[in-house]
């Protein structure tokens, strides 16, 4: 296959990621006899400083013309302390989504056997946890209306038929292919908008006999995922709640730096990893590339190169396995390994394996 990949590497530990995710995407293109080839284009603070703008023109127009968009990372400290900053590294993360049109935001949740003493839940709890949290992502208070003086402010959630239909397709569809659970979570014992989400899910309910629905209210949910992780297959949920319950889902399971993520819609599908940018690391070679080089198995994926996906999958297993990791999680006593020296082995383990 031919595979036209726009890689936007970002800032802070952004670049360093993307690098290790591009040597194993070449490493299985070349084990497979795939060709892939890449255009580097700008976004966050990188694209404020060069151009104004953190989702440039030029850079939609390429990730528009790409089969998909590796992206690393934006975040700049300059701009968490500016409260009046007129434009802001996360606002290209949103104006991409936006005009990409990505409203399915696909983050699964799996934890690693020989991880899961690093989780904050005791063992028991946490091991075998796996599930899929499918995030609205173009949609409710993030691009609503909003408003805001010395006085008072607002931010409208608003949802409509059409919005919710189409994210809950996208959810029933991987219950089908999972374990056919699929979980609602919403508010809507307190919000209109939550009560328009039951309502739709609830009429599309008898098309999918085959999957259990149940319906949670978000406060529960997140009591839940650390209590009883176990109990999820697939949640589905509104853009703010997603946001707020995959972090809380994602250290769950030992480290953030593990979480790959897909976010599909309209346009060109993009393969990030959960975390940000993590500035204070930038440049020290010690940022953990799992989640990026995750996110390029499921970019294999997500066009039917399963193969492609477990052979990444089985290599970041073995390096593990072997201890070849960064110092986020690292055994005591093991041997100190970098960014890149991980995304090396991996790239090395597929070539040879
Ligand atoms: C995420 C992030 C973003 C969000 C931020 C950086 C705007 O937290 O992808 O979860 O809130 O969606
Ligand atoms: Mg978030």
């Known amino acids: 296959m031919n595979l036209n990949i726009a890689l936007l590497p970002g800032d802070g530990i952004g670049p360093e990621i993307a690098a ?36 440039p023109e030029e850079t939609f127009r390429t990730c528009m013309e790409a089969d998909a968009v590796l992206f690393a990372a934006v975040g700049d400290p300059r701009y968490d302390n500016a409260p009046t900053a007129a434009v802001r590294p996360e606002q290209g993360l949103l104006a991409m989504r936006k005009r990409l049109g990505l409203y399915a935001n696909i983050r699964p949740i799996t934890t690693f056997p020989g991880l899961t003493h690093m989780s904050p839940l ?28 010395s006085d008072s402010a607002y931010d409208t959630n608003i949802y409509t038929r059409h919005e919710v239909e189409r994210i809950l397709r996208v959810a029933y569809g991987y219950a089908r292919r999972r374990r056919r659970h699929l979980t609602v979570v919403d508010k809507a014992n307190v919000l209109a908008s939550s009560r328009l989400w039951r309502q739709v899910a609830r009429e599309m309910e008898p098309q999918y006999p085959d999957v259990v629905t149940d319906y949670m ?26 946001d707020i319950l995959t972090d809380e889902a994602s250290c769950i399971t030992g480290s953030m730096g593990l979480l790959p993520s897909a976010s599909t819609g309209e346009h060109t599908p993009v393969f990030e ?21 995750l996110s ?15 052979i990444i999958r089985q290599a970041v297993s073995a390096s ?13 006593g093991a041997p100190h ?9 991996i790239a090395n383990y597929i070539c040879h394996a």
Not at 337 to 345: L, M, R
């Open 20 to 55: 290790q995710g591009v040597a194993v995407a070449d490493a299985v293109a070349r084990r497979c006899g795939h060709s892939i080839h890449y255009h580097t284009a700008i976004c966050g603070a990188e694209a404020i400083d060069i151009t104004g703008d953190p989702f």
């Open 122 to 149: 005791k063992d028991d709890i946490v091991s075998g946890a796996d599930f899929v949290c499918i995030r609205e992502l173009t949609g409710g208070m993030y691009f609503g209306q909003k408003h805001q003086d």
């Open 217 to 242: 209210f978000v406060d529960n949910a997140a009591m839940r995922i650390v209590t009883e992780p176990c109990f999820f297959d697939v949640i589905v949920t509104e853009n703010t709640f997603g």
């Open 273 to 293: 990893p959960v975390h940000g940018s993590w500035p204070q690391a930038k440049g020290l070679n010690i940022a953990n590339p799992l989640a990026q080089i």
């Open 296 to 310: 390029v198995a499921m970019l294999f994926e997500h066009f039917g190169l399963n193969d492609e996906g477990a």
């Open 320 to 332: 593990l396995d072997a201890n070849v990791r960064t110092p986020d999680i690292q055994v005591a």
């Open 337 to 345: 390994y970098g960014t890149t020296d991980v995304g090396a082995w």
